[in-house]
């Protein structure tokens, strides 16, 4: 019984070496892999666009941003209809 004890606290002292280990493998290996990282630039805003090509934002139809180039049906309509100056199919900062 004491001997079970004894393998059973050492090989939890093993586990948990191997454990702090790995850990510390995995950050070092983590660290040298970010350090080549770039980080994400934004999109350009449909603004900057138009100003880019010489177009109107109105003309510039946004695929790139998980957006409808529609305004909204139904009872949305009604709301896009209260807010004339806001697209509502759009994100805010494009």
Do not use: H
Request: proline fraction near 5%.
């Amino acid at each position: 019984m004491c001997l079970g004890i004894v393998c059973y606290l050492s090989g939890l002292r093993l586990f948990m070496f191997l454990s702090v280990s790995w850990v510390w493998f995995c950050m070092v290996s983590l660290k040298s892999s970010l350090e080549n990282f770039v980080p994400y630039s934004w999109e350009a805003s449909s603004e900057e666009i138009a100003r880019r090509y010489g177009l109107k934002v109105e003309q510039i139809v946004r695929m790139d941003l998980n957006t409808s180039p529609y305004q909204p049906r139904g009872w949305l309509r009604s709301l896009a209809a209260k807010l004339p100056d806001m697209a509502i199919n759009l994100y805010p900062d494009t």
